[in-house]
């Protein structure tokens, strides 16, 4: 997916500008770039196209880059878990088998350079568990588990890192999430489900990011830590995902993922 220079300095002058609003004309450039971007990706068409890596980023040496994308992986499966849950087996099988199938491999050298065993054998366990019609509810459970285990080991490799660095994940998180929204939603109709179900899986992985974050004593921190969750969690109330499976249309587009991201780097350069 191309490059958003000219977008997030539109939104990172927005943010400033407009303090925890943003300004009337910022807001409608940031609209109007955001539609652009939205017609563009869905004439690329595909899927994912928002959660390669970036050229010359290293995530076995790029604490961001390699905790976002254990970030993305953890948002397929929350959703594709949350599908299966519902009983939408389908939807859930393409989620499930996305992270080892599109994302896994890319990591397989960082893994190795951080010293991480990974969790290729999980990965396909869990697959394997929603892909058949015998397994139980109970087996799908303990695999997604065990997935979750493997990827906060390989998380806990970069050790303690500080919080700015931490939001610097979430907002890596919000905008792949609006990149894949862009994609999913257009002119209010929606024109790709599972991009609309990815967006919502990222963000979800985003906020929850955030809550188990420990501010400790640190009033400045938990206080930033309070607005970056309001934030999201604006996100869920302008009903941006109405529910998990798409309905034919939404009130909401991917600008509205993109000023998150941006008021949240913005909190996190002030830490």
């Known amino acids: 997916m191309h490059k958003r220079t000219k977008l997030w300095s539109s939104l990172s002058l927005a943010a400033l500008v407009g303090g925890t609003t943003l300004g009337a004309a910022a807001a409608d450039e940031l609209q109007a770039a955001a539609a652009a971007d939205a017609g563009q990706a869905t004439a690329a068409g595909g899927e994912g196209e928002g959660e390669g890596l970036a050229q010359n980023v290293d995530p076995a040496t790029d604490n961001v880059a390699y905790l976002a994308q254990l970030g993305l992986m953890r948002g397929h499966l929350l959703v594709g878990l949350a599908l299966y849950r519902e009983g939408h087996i389908d939807h859930a099988r393409m989620h499930m088998k996305h992270p080892k199938s599109e994302l896994y491999a890319d990591m397989e050298p960082a893994f190795k350079a951080r010293g991480s065993a990974g969790f290729a054998?999980?990965?396909?366990?869990?697959?394997?568990?929603?892909?058949?019609?015998?397994?139980?509810a109970e087996a799908v459970e303990a695999a997604y588990a065990a997935v979750l285990e493997g990827i906060s080991a390989a998380e806990a490799r970069v050790g303690a890192l500080p919080p700015a660095?931490?939001?610097?994940?979430?907002?890596?998180?919000?905008?792949?999430a609006g990149e894949e929204y862009a994609i999913g939603v257009v002119d209010g109709?929606?024109?790709?489900?599972h991009e609309y179900q990815d967006a919502y899986g990222f963000t979800r992985t985003a906020q929850s990011l955030v809550a188990n974050m420990d501010a400790g004593d640190d009033?400045?921190?938990?206080?930033?830590?309070?607005?970056v969750n309001a934030l999201i969690q604006?996100?869920?109330?302008?009903?941006?995902?109405?529910?998990i499976m798409p309905p034919d249309t939404v009130s909401a587009d991917?600008?509205?993922?993109?000023g998150a991201a941006a008021r949240i780097e913005i909190a996190a350069l002030s830490l």
């Not at 929603?130 to 139980?136: A, K, N």
């Open 219 to 227: 009033a400045d921190l938990a206080a930033t830590q309070d607005r």
């Open 121 to 136: 054998d999980q990965l396909t366990t869990l697959a394997k568990a929603v892909e058949s019609d015998d397994s139980s």
């Open 165 to 176: 660095t931490r939001l610097g994940v979430v907002v890596k998180l919000l905008r792949t």
């Open 234 to 243: 604006g996100l869920f109330d302008a009903n941006l995902w109405p529910g």
């Open 189 to 193: 109709k929606v024109v790709n489900g």
């Open 254 to 258: 991917a600008s509205s993922l993109y």
